[in-house]
């Protein structure tokens, strides 16, 4: 009898360990996606980025982590732009972020409900970083020169909106994760197009919208709210 006693609390304790050890502390991730200029040319264009990155799980649904970018900014039309100016940014970038998903602010009861739970990884988040310009543009045109710097380096602040869809694995862990995120950055310089402003003190900002896939591993974390 005391036997079975013992094997029945070893199971009772084993899942309730179980219950609250119940993510993983790290991920890492990667997707691509368009980007978007808005720098002080007036016509837009589609452009091209990846990344990759690695976060801290501090909780089942708050990250920090970084993220490194590559990809294109692009720009102007060098015959339809009031100045004749275009541009092409093949630019790099290396990021920190901060990001806090819906889920941390919701009860186990709450989590029952079955839309609430589908969207427990929307979140809004922020970060910084730097950005390395490699610009090929519009120096001449005519009479005209454009003054500028080809390469530059400028940090940037950004902001995070979007939403992770979570894949349990086969114990009800979420070791993947595909990621749909909108990335707003404003630089702190004016060397995103590779021009000096004309007759505006706008910041240069572009958006990167993506698709991604997150893989979560490492030790595990307790989440003993829930």
């Known amino acids: 009898m005391k036997k079975i006693t013992s094997l ?3 199971l009772f304790l084993s899942s309730a360990l179980l219950a609250q050890t119940n993510f993983y502390k790290l991920s890492i991730g990667a997707g691509a996606g368009g980007t978007l ?3 002080d040319l007036q016509k837009k264009t589609l452009g091209f980025a990846a990344y990759g990155s ?6 089942p649904y708050i990250t920090l982590g970084g993220e490194l970018q590559k990809g294109e900014l692009a720009g102007g039309d060098i015959t339809f732009d009031p100045n004749n100016r275009q541009f092409i940014n093949s630019y790099k970038a290396a990021i920190g972020n901060l990001r806090v998903q819906l889920g941390e602010f919701l009860t186990s009861y709450q989590l029952r409900n079955n839309f609430l739970y589908n969207i427990r990884g929307l979140y809004a988040g922020a ?3 730097i950005i390395s310009n490699k610009i090929s543009n519009v120096r001449y045109y005519g009479n005209n020169f454009y003054p500028g710097a080809d390469y530059s380096k400028e940090g940037i602040v ?7 869809f979570y894949i ?3 114990w009800g862990l979420t070791r993947y994760a595909i990621n749909l995120n909108l990335q707003n950055t404003m630089a702190l310089g004016e060397g995103m197009d590779g021009y000096e402003s004309i007759g505006t003190k706008s910041k ?3 958006s990167f919208l993506s698709l991604g896939f997150k893989y979560n591993f490492g030790p595990m974390g307790l989440d003993r709210r829930r």
Do not use: C, E, K, W
């Open 8 to 10: 029945l609390s070893l």
């Open 37 to 39: 200029a808005f720098a």
């Open 54 to 59: 690695l976060d801290l799980q501090i909780t």
């Open 127 to 129: 970060g910084v970083g």
């Open 158 to 164: 950004l902001l995070n909106f979007g939403i992770n």
């Open 168 to 170: 349990p694995n086969q």
């Open 204 to 206: 240069d900002m572009y």
